[in-house]
């Protein structure tokens, strides 16, 4: 169906893993372009081009420039030219910027939060709301290229063997005072053990937990386990946690072999992110909390009885 | 300094109803509240203003709904601009951000605050779209924000930790929900809230055609809605003290130990 441009999201040589996962989609669609930013696209043209892209273009050094204005508007002046038929974002910070920036640019319209893409009659975006328990399937009308912004983990990253990807620079226009915002510091934070969103194992915890104290359970036995702590979004905003540990809608999307769930009653903003998990435990004082619909085992009681049991148990 | 913030009057979340088969888009029929999210982004305003600085609110319905924003003046903004058109119903996040950029537009702020997502739609795409619609610079996903002569340093959120960005104003920052503790609206606010001004005005007093926006403006269709497929539910027990044993053995079962 035509070309297919991809945002592709990179680190110091680095692609990110939901560029992959976009990739994968996006190949089975048509023919592939990612669209990038940063000075590293000569570095990462064999991985990409390895997942199915054949064409790299990038706007090269943005001078410490947020990617969003800058990206943008040269990849609306370049589809004007070449008329992409869909344009693939992934639900990242930078992803949902520059998606933004695209659509006025465009005047097109983003369909968002989609976990899987169709190609029937029209590339149809699939949107799970209400928690999961719905999905609606939306398609585009309009003339424009459909802007499609997706969440990450919605397929499986695997290489096609591709070779090389060639390195193409776009031309940035003149961006006004959109471009003024600037990068001054970068600050990396450091966590022990897995990623939250690459962990095999998430131990999170919610406001059963009763206060910020408590969390400290969640840290060991997601250590114990070797597994990544999470936390609902009632905790983040209230402050118990940083914002890096959320698993819902607006945070991060888990799907790890085991989730246990302890003191979160299922909110559907927080069921969304880790609904995919290969099995869940639950544990939560309130036997009608909707959690338990989902969990594989549910625990009715206590989480300052049945954690320190279970960390006891566990051991080293 | 004046400072715009958006502001999203939704369907109270813990009883968010249901789809309308016909329209195909969630029932807004009923009492709509502040959204949550929005008391950040109301809150950081009136720290950054002070006492002498101006808090104006932007908001849009199709029903003259009134209580989220009345909610958002009782915590201490100044006036609202609450555009209000029949012709918005169905509005798409592009559409949205068409219509509070010409809203904001009349009010020259020097900041314009909005919430990373509102939590209905939670499209996310909303701030940055109005921000490329007024020509302005942008920050988004702040997770902390100070002002200081005529430029708003930022830290941003981002997937491995944080960046610290410089803004000349007159910028957007959209906020994550946390980076500040909103206040209760206190008896005097809610009194106050009454007499505040809120200016409503019509698609038409903007100037913006109705089939741009809403359900013509939106140029998608929804094609089905249909029940996700559901997990298989599992074993429910009652914690009678040997509740991590279960959680053990299922563990072990999954070779997790």
Request: charged content about 20%.
């Amino acid at each position: 169906m035509g070309n297919i441009w991809v945002h592709a999201e990179t680190t110091d040589g680095v692609v990110s893993s939901i560029t992959l996962e976009l990739l994968a989609k996006a190949r089975e669609l048509g023919e592939v372009s990612v669209f990038h930013a940063g000075t590293d696209a000569e570095q990462v043209a064999g991985e990409l081009g390895e997942h199915g892209a054949t064409k790299i273009l990038t706007t090269g050094d943005l001078d410490n420039g947020l990617p969003g204005p800058a990206l943008a508007a040269a990849v609306a002046a370049k589809a004007t030219e070449e008329s992409p038929s869909a344009i693939l974002f992934g639900t990242t910070y930078d992803g949902r910027d520059v998606a933004g920036r695209l659509s006025v640019k465009m005047d097109a319209p983003v369909i968002t939060n989609i976990v899987d893409l169709l190609d029937n009659d029209g590339l149809t975006g699939v949107e799970p709301v209400f928690g999961g328990t719905t999905n609606v399937k939306t398609r585009f009308t309009g003339e424009t290229p459909g802007i499609f912004l997706i969440r990450p983990k919605s397929f499986n990253a695997e290489s096609a063997g591709g070779a090389a990807a060639a390195v193409e620079t776009l031309t940035i226009p003149e961006l006004g005072a959109t471009g003024s915002a600037k990068v001054t510091n970068r600050f990396v934070e450091e966590s022990d053990g897995p990623k939250l969103d690459e962990a095999g194992i998430v131990v999170s915890g919610g406001r059963g937990l009763g206060e910020a104290d408590n969390f400290q359970m969640i840290e060991d036995l997601a250590g114990k386990l070797g597994g990544a702590a999470g936390a609902s979004r009632a905790i983040v905003d209230a402050g118990w946690v940083p914002y890096s540990y959320q698993v819902g809608q607006t945070g991060k999307v888990v799907k790890p072999d085991v989730y246990i769930a302890a003191g979160i009653s299922g909110a559907t903003q927080h069921m969304v992110g880790m609904k995919g998990s290969k099995t869940i435990i639950a544990i939560n004082k309130d036997p009608e909390a909707p959690i338990f619909s989902i969990a594989d085992l549910g625990i009715v009681g206590d989480v300052h009885k049945v954690l320190p049991a279970l960390l006891e148990a566990i051991g080293n | 300094m004046k400072v715009a913030v958006c502001v999203k009057q939704i369907p109270d979340p813990a009883d968010p109803g249901a789809i309308n088969p016909e329209t195909k888009t969630l029932n807004r029929d009923v009492k709509l509240i502040l959204d949550e999210s929005d008391s950040y982004g109301v809150e950081m305003a009136l720290q950054l203003v002070g006492e002498d600085g101006e808090v104006v609110l932007i908001s849009m319905v199709p029903n003259n709904e009134r209580n989220g924003l009345n909610n958002a003046l009782a915590m201490g903004a100044n006036s609202a601009i609450l555009v209000s058109d029949d012709a918005l119903s169905g509005s798409d996040a592009l559409s949205t951000a068409k219509v509070l950029a010409a809203a904001i537009q009349r009010t020259e702020p020097d900041l314009v605050l909005a919430a990373t997502e509102s939590s209905d739609g939670y499209t996310g795409t909303v701030p940055e779209q109005v921000a490329e619609l007024l020509g302005l610079p942008s920050v988004t996903f702040a997770k902390e924000v100070t002002v200081d002569s005529g430029n708003v340093a930022v830290k941003r959120q981002t997937e491995d930790g944080y960046d610290e960005v410089d803004c000349p104003l007159p910028a957007l920052v959209s906020v994550t929900a946390g980076v500040v503790e909103p206040r209760y609206p206190s008896f005097k606010g809610i009194m106050a809230a009454k007499s505040k001004p809120v200016e409503e005005l019509s698609l038409a007093d903007l100037g913006i055609e109705t089939n741009t926006v809403g359900w013509a403006g939106g140029r998608q269709e929804i094609v089905s809605i249909e029940p996700a497929p559901e997990r298989e539910a599992g074993e429910i027990i009652e914690d009678e003290g040997d509740g991590h044993e279960r959680i053990v053995a299922f563990l072990q079962e999954m070779k997790v130990i």
